[in-house]
């Protein structure tokens, strides 16, 4: 059985981050990884360009049943430490949207950097290594592979959750997790598109390709001011995806199409027009023509319709109402919400607190973050935190 001080079961963006900073502090690391290639999430990710991480990273935009618990991570481990290491490795970058940042050539260059990280830092990485078993032994761990026995000191957890099964995805980490008596909270897909009820689908699904920009709103009120992208299967789109993080079976998503009082203030300036007129100025035609079959609307001169017509158009404009059939599930899931309950462990080390030296990092804890990088920030301060320690 071939001893090391530290073993990180998985080689994604936390389980990197977590070896290189292990390494740097002499530990002897192996980083095992069941797949064929390193960091495959990171290199499908923002289009193949990695959304690293984001100017405007806060607590407030992270997912969990106790939402202080990001807060010491985020704070010891920042997304301006992640830019300087970027910037050290020479990687151009830019800000799209709304803090994203974005390689301006590949995602590539962040794995390359990441491992680059880990080979200075004399940590040994072992590809296709699949984990028949993990048990304790004594103050530290057994880890048997289809190739081989090891044992550590320290084991670190970070093989991610259920989202995109095409590049491996498992429940690994959570059976693990439930092998040494920890909770695990229910998982669903998050950061991910819906899809339709039947009704809608007849009348929705011609506007495959139609997209605007729109605020939706979850049942808890929850705002996403981001676009709307109709799909064959149902809807997506930024705005769609950040909110369905916040959506539970059975619930509607409003979108605010237009803001309350545009109409009035058409009818105002503009009362002879036709209602269907002057909202193909706001909104793309394809989706008035919907709205007006859909939803029964008349359509004739603005000037024609009465205060009662006029508030009940304002309302659906503003609060246009959907019912989702559902998602897609993790095909296509960014995220995997829930996992590892973070009352497991301390927000500090991420150690499990009954079990000394077993730690869990990344997408397997219950932390799930927005849209735009905020995921991959919490896998480097996780992974970074741990490695202090580890």
């Known amino acids: ?3 090391w001080d530290v073993i990180v079961i998985g080689a994604g963006a936390a389980g990197l981050m977590c070896a290189a900073e292990a390494g740097k502090r002499g530990r002897r690391v192996l980083l095992l990884d069941h797949g064929k290639r390193i960091g495959r999430k990171i290199l499908m990710s923002g289009g193949g360009r990695c959304n690293f991480t984001n100017y405007f990273i806060e607590p407030g935009a992270f997912l969990c049943e106790n939402p202080h618990f990001v807060k010491s991570a985020l704070a010891r481990y920042t997304q301006w430490d992640f830019i300087a290491l970027v910037e050290k490795h020479g990687i151009a970058y830019h800000e799209k949207t709304l803090g994203q940042l974005f390689c301006d050539d590949s995602a590539q260059n962040i794995v390359d950097m990441l491992v680059k990280e880990c080979d200075d830092a004399g940590v040994t990485i072992r590809l296709r290594s699949n984990i028949d078993s993990v048990a304790s032994l004594g103050e530290g761990f057994a880890v048997t592979t289809d190739n081989d026995q090891y044992s550590c000191q320290s084991l670190v957890v970070a093989s991610g959750g259920l989202s995109m099964p095409k590049i491996g995805a498992s429940a690994f980490g959570y059976k693990l997790a439930e092998q040494f008596g920890l909770k695990v909270l229910p998982t669903r897909a998050g950061l991910v598109p819906f899809t339709l009820q039947p009704e809608d689908k007849a009348t ?5 390709g139609v997209s605007l920009p729109v605020v939706a709103e979850s049942e808890d009120g929850t705002r996403f001011a981001e676009n709307l992208l109709f799909t064959h299967r149902g809807v997506s789109g930024p705005s769609v995806l950040q909110i369905s993080s916040y959506w539970q079976a059975g619930e509607q998503v409003h979108f605010e199409l237009l803001p309350a009082g545009r109409l009035t203030q058409g009818i105002a300036d503009s009362p002879n027009q036709e209602l269907k007129t002057w909202l193909s100025r706001h909104l793309p035609k394809r989706l008035v ?10 359509n004739k001169p603005l000037k024609q319709y009465v205060p009662k017509e006029v508030a009940a158009i304002e309302q ?32 500090k080390t991420m150690m499990a607190k009954k079990v000394p030296n077993l730690y869990f990092i990344g997408e397997v804890v219950d932390v799930s973050g927005w849209l735009g990088g905020y995921n991959f920030q919490w896998a480097w301060s996780a992974g970074w935190c741990a490695g202090q320690v580890v």
Not at 204 to 208: K, V
Not at 289 to 298: F, G, M, V
Not at 333 to 345: F, I, P, Q, R, S
Request: charged share 30%; hydrophobic share 40%; net charge negative.
């Open 1 to 3: 059985m071939k001893a």
């Open 289 to 298: 023509d919907t709205l007006l079959e859909r939803e029964k609307i008349t």
């Open 316 to 347: 659906l404009l503003a609060a246009w109402p959907l019912k989702p059939g559902g998602t897609e599930g993790y095909r296509t899931a960014e995220v995997t919400l829930g996992g590892v309950d973070t009352d497991e462990l301390s927000s």
């Open 204 to 208: 929705l699904e011609p506007l495959a």
